[in-house]
């Protein structure tokens, strides 16, 4: 049925009334995520579960303020949790290359590393006093004494050993010397020398068994020695545990509840006093000690490097980061230069988000993780393993082979939602195996919502809450009703509302700039339709362009850029020959061993066909299937692995029910009644979430019920796409087994996009018709300008033709369908309608009104199909008209199930009103070429005529016209047959 469309039906105004306020800031601000109940449910559901691998895919097209929307609502939830401990990093005293981690309660880290700074220079002021004080120096005499009399009578046996055989004893650099004394006179070596031979052999002699006897005296002597030192050394550790002692018991007493810090502790009391000198040494003047941070380097290892202080919070945190880079994840040690050599220590030791987030939230873009070098790959291996290790990514890879720094990895339990678009999501899923174990929760942000009361509500608390936050000034209900509408035409449905709530805080920011400019108190309608205007102006100089040429009859050409992209690949290391120092290469070591390679067929399959040593090496496959035969005693078995799977995970039991729907649900998942999936992980993925709602409920077991839910709960956070589909089928927008798109003789519409902004311009779409076989042709098709689609389209419109004019006679024509003055590619289905009309036109020869423009795709049935951008069409016809003057007959003709997208700008609306522009919709061509060409279409007769002097009576009799002309010429055909081949 043909009907104009009145002004109600092009634009869905709100009511001010509705909003029950004057203005916004009457109102309450929005404390929830509004429009977006599916996501609010997956993410709740994400957050609360506790299971492993449930961390949560926040996915949605730019600009729905889906990262606000998730950092605000996890900042709510946060409060509710317990704030986590604090993490610092100490020294390791049995290997300082592997500092310790300890965790304390949020707050106390800081205060043990003040703790400990204190007690360290305590012990660095009071130590030397007491080493230097007058008691130190008699206990140390009196110690040094009793063993000195010792050595003073060894000095003394050995003196007189030595006079009785002759000798006495010399002092030198090299030791004890005997000198032979012959009538009490010493002997020098002349002297010795000129001895008779008996003699000196005599002196020999003795000297010989004198020796022996010194040699155990200096092992005495060295002996007493070590005692001294000992002694001495026992005295000051005495001295300086006495001196120390008090300070230490009072931070022993302080954490006696931290064995770990009890025990670093006792550590760093131990070493302390086995390296007392560095505490007691004669500090150097500036002028001895050039550089006098060096001093400070020995109790650096005293010091306690706090990585994580979680002592401001008050909940659970909350990180966004938004440059997810490896270091800035998870931490790094950095290096500082001495003498011109980089050195480390525990002390350089830093934090990442990761850290910061321990036990709390951690919020991500997807792209930008991705990006990074190392991030995904170490995230992913972080989340599996729980645990957070610093290290350098080059080490990690093998680059970096001097030893450094393993600082004791940090246990990891952190909810990480990563935030990106549908299609990350989906080429994750396709394409890395290990994402959905660790990301089970998809929360999908929708780009509309149901303009109900509520929502309308709720959109002015949103604004509300927006004016709040940036300070700006609140709106008046009649704004707040622009807004809304402002809403419907982004979500291009008088039903919706958009959810694109970076595009509408835009509008309100620049209405805001305009009240702020008149002086205004509140932000008015007139502002808002003003900063709407204005966006447009500001982006449509192209447009104003075309209209301009338009008037003048100036030909437009397009042109397309092509940019070129290369990706360079590049890898350093030893054997693409980017290091060419000289390395050890070590012996090689006898290998003997069994590898098993696991993953999918398809590497399975690609190694086979383009590694020609992968079957000479790997010999054995081993193919796990996915599905196995639905028998009792599998049944049992599945039953069997149900009760495995709850013991090892701690989880709540299954009642026979469950089991049942468990069962009921691996055939589901293996899409065969006499079969059961063996994809167990999607089977316990099931049974956590299952179990999930059965805590929730306090019940005993696992029910049916609580199975039921978490199948439709899994199905329902990600089947948003699913929903719109339906959506749109059932409310006509898209229809069962439609095709199609044809090229006539008409104004045909389409949208141009530039940047952040698109709009409708018209194209004059021409059909020439003659006599032949060829059938309908694609003119753009032939120049290669025609994309699939289109060219899809328009072979359609031959089916048309047959099932509507060729049941009693060959189709016999030629024709030649082209856009005109069109030099760039076409694509697309929603100027096939036009083409039809056109085509028709042709051949019924009935003239079509060039001042109503077309818009819509047809199928072989002639019914007339949806398209998309039908706003940006009706407006880019009525600027051309209004350039070159309304006549009051000028309009567009659209399909039907389009009038629910309609939100056209006001001043259309206006002049609708006032009967100078028109906009018809029609369901098929037959009501289209009505309203075109003023004549009526015409039904067909019970003996398959049509009714007489109607468009379809006239492109029937034409039809028939061209195939009894055709017979006429079969020898010229003929001719041209052969000629072809």
């Not at 404390?31 to 961390?55: K, M, P, S, T, Y």
């Not at 004890?176 to 008779?196: A, H, Y």
Request: hydrophobic share 40%; charged share 30%.
């Amino acid at each position: 049925m043909i009907r104009e469309l009145a002004p109600a039906d092009l634009r869905k105004e709100c009511d001010s009334q509705l909003m029950e306020c004057a203005t916004t800031e009457d109102l309450s601000p929005l404390e929830e995520i509004i429009g977006q109940d599916r996501a609010v449910r997956a993410l709740r559901f994400g957050i609360d579960i506790a299971e492993r691998g449930f961390n949560i895919f926040v996915a949605g097209v730019p600009g729905t303020g889906k990262t606000t929307a998730v950092k605000d609502f996890l900042e709510e939830v946060a409060k509710t949790k317990p704030v986590p401990n604090d993490w610092c990093y100490v020294h390791n005293f049995q290997n300082s290359y592997e500092p310790n981690a300890i965790s304390l309660p949020a707050g106390t880290a800081k205060i043990f590393q003040r703790n400990m700074a204190n007690f360290i220079q305590e012990v660095r002021k009071n130590l030397p006093k007491v080493f230097e004080s007058d008691d130190y120096a008699r206990k140390r005499e009196v110690t040094i004494g009793a063993i000195e009399k010792e050595r003073e009578q060894l000095f003394a046996e050995l003196n007189m050993k030595a006079q009785a055989e002759g000798f006495i004893l010399q002092s030198s650099p090299i030791g004890l010397l005997t000198i032979p004394v012959v009538k009490g006179r010493p002997l020098n070596e002349k002297d010795f020398l000129s001895l008779s031979p008996e003699v000196r052999a005599e002196i020999q002699k003795k000297r010989d068994a004198l020796e022996a006897e010194l040699r155990n005296a200096m092992r005495q002597l060295r002996g007493l020695a070590r005692k001294t030192d000992e002694a001495i050394r026992k005295m000051d550790q005495e001295v300086a545990l006495y001196t120390i002692e008090f300070a230490m018991s009072d931070l022993k007493e302080k954490y006696k509840d931290y064995k770990e810090i009890v025990d670093y502790l006792i550590a760093v009391q131990n070493d302390i006093l086995e390296n007392l000198d560095q505490f007691v040494s004669e500090p150097k003047t500036p002028t001895q000690q050039p550089f006098p941070w060096v001093e400070e380097l020995p109790f650096r290892k005293y010091e306690v490097n706090v990585v994580v202080d979680n002592s401001s919070l008050k909940g659970a945190p909350v990180v966004l980061e938004q440059n997810p880079t490896y270091q800035n994840l998870f931490g790094r040690i950095e290096k500082e230069a001495r003498f011109g050599v980089l050195s480390t220590n525990f002390t350089m030791i830093h934090g990442g988000s990761l850290h910061a987030a321990n036990r709390g939230y951690l919020v991500l873009p997807a792209e930008e993780t991705l990006g990074n070098m190392f991030t995904w790959d170490s995230l992913k291996r972080a989340l599996m393993n729980r645990e957070i290790m610093i290290e350098e990514a080059g080490e990690r890879l093998g680059f970096i082979t001097t030893k450094g720094l393993k600082p004791e990895p940090i246990p990891l339990n952190v909810k990480v939602i990563l935030i990106g678009s549908p299609l990350v999501y989906e080429l994750l899923v396709r394409y890395d195996p290990q994402f959905k174990e660790l990301f089970k929760v998809k929360a999908d942000f929708d780009t509309v919502m149901s303009r109900t009361e509520e929502n309308m509500r709720k959109y002015a608390a949103f604004i509300c809450t927006f004016c709040r936050k940036e300070k700006l000034r609140h709106l008046d209900a009649s704004a707040v009703s622009k807004i809304i509408a402002y809403g419907s035409r982004l979500a291009e449905d008088q039903e919706k509302l958009s959810t694109r709530f970076a595009d509408v805080a835009d509008i309100i920011r620049e209405a805001n700039f305009y009240a702020v400019q008149e002086g205004s108190n509140y932000i008015t309608a007139s502002h808002v339709k003003r900063a709407v205007e204005e966006k447009i102006y500001r982006s449509n100089l192209i447009q104003e362009k075309i209209k301009e040429m338009i008037k003048r009859g100036v030909l437009l050409i397009d042109t397309d850029v092509v940019l070129n992209r290369e990706i360079m690949i590049e890898e350093a290391g030893e054997r693409l020959g980017f290091i060419t120092t000289k390395g050890l290469k070590p012996e090689p070591i006898p290998l003997n061993v069994k590898v098993i390679l696991i993953g999918s067929p398809l590497v399975y399959e690609l190694l086979v066909r383009y590694d020609p040593q992968f079957k000479e090496l790997f010999k054995v496959k081993a193919d796990f299937d996915t599905v196995m035969s639905r028998t009792e005693e599998n049944m049992r078995k599945y039953a069997a692995f149900i009760c495995t799977f709850c013991r090892k995970e701690k989880l709540r039991h299954l009642d026979a029910s469950a089991v049942s729907k468990i069962i009921a649900y691996g055939s589901r998942l293996a899409e065969d009644q006499e079969k059961l999936s063996t994809r167990f992980a999607d089977v316990a993925d099931i049974i956590r979430e299952a179990n999930f709602y059965a805590v929730q409920e306090g019940s005993n077991y696992i029910t049916a019920s609580h199975v039921k839910r978490a199948v439709e709960e899994k199905i329902y956070r990600s089947n948003l796409i699913q929903e719109k589909i339906k959506e749109m089928i059932k409310r006509g927008v898209l229809l069962i087994d439609t095709e199609g798109s044809v090229v006539g003789q008409v104004n045909g519409l389409s949208v141009t996009g530039f940047g952040d902004f698109s709009f409708g311009m018209p194209s004059r779409v021409t059909a020439s018709i003659g006599i032949g076989r060829e059938g309908v042709v694609d003119i753009e098709r032939e120049a290669k300008l025609g994309g699939p689609i289109h060219t899809k389209g328009v072979l359609i419109l031959s089916g048309y033709l047959s099932n509507k004019y060729a049941q009693d006679k060959p189709l016999t024509l030629s024709a030649r369908l082209v856009f005109e003055q069109s030099y760039s590619g076409v694509e697309g289905d929603s100027a096939s309608s036009a083409e039809l009309y056109a085509l028709l036109s042709a051949l019924s020869e009935m003239p079509i009104k060039q001042s109503i423009a077309v818009t819509g795709s047809v199928n072989q049935k002639g019914v007339v199909q949806a398209i998309g951008g039908v706003n940006e069409k009706i407006e880019g016809f009525y600027e051309v008209c209004k350039a070159k003057g309304l006549k009051g007959d000028q309009g567009v003709l659209i399909p039907e199930s389009n009038v629910q997208n309609l939100m056209l700008k006001e001043e259309i609306v206006e002049a609708i009103k006032a009967g100078k522009f028109h906009v018809y919709s029609v369901k098929t061509i037959d009501e289209g070429i009505e309203v075109l060409t003023g004549v009526k279409a015409g039904n067909r007769k019970p003996d398959g005529t049509f009714e007489e002097n109607t468009v379809n009576s006239k492109v029937d009799k034409r039809l028939r016209e061209m195939a009894e002309k055709l017979k006429e010429f079969p020898q010229a055909e003929e001719a041209q047959e052969k000629k072809d081949e």
